[in-house]
């Protein structure tokens, strides 16, 4: 079972920066997305940011031009930079990759989460 492993998450003050990183422990073959979501408090899981096959990228629209979601130097890494953090992006970030197994079904990956608090 492939884990994927998170780093990054803190505690900041509003308007600084963070830098999300996720390397899963063995490569994942067949990637369809990487992304990061989020879960904020007494709510449910949202995403963020999405890096599609073809380099394309979704966001959320509470994090357009504050948040880019790139790819790593190490294989299968997908890193969130997060600037302009404000209160109300605080929360657990969880990883999560998309692949296709060998009989072509979608598998869902996801990280434990990281905790990210900004503080006002």
């Known amino acids: 079972q492939v884990r994927l492993l998170e780093s990054g998450g803190g505690l900041v003050q509003a308007g600084e920066s963070l830098r999300l990183s996720c390397v899963p422990s063995s490569i994942i073959f067949s990637i369809k997305s990487m992304g990061w979501y989020r879960q904020l408090p007494g709510k449910q899981r949202e995403a963020v940011a999405i890096i599609h096959r073809n380099n394309s990228a979704d966001y959320s629209e509470s994090v357009k031009g504050r948040f880019s979601i790139f790819r790593g130097d190490t294989k299968n890494a997908v890193n969130l930079q997060m600037n302009s953090l404000k209160t109300e992006d605080t929360g657990v970030y969880f990883c999560?990759?998309?692949?296709?197994?060998?009989?072509?079904?979608?598998?869902?990956?996801w990280g434990r989460g990281i905790q990210v608090t900004v503080s006002s």
């Open positions: 999560h990759i998309r692949s296709w197994n060998q009989l072509g079904h979608e598998v869902d990956h």
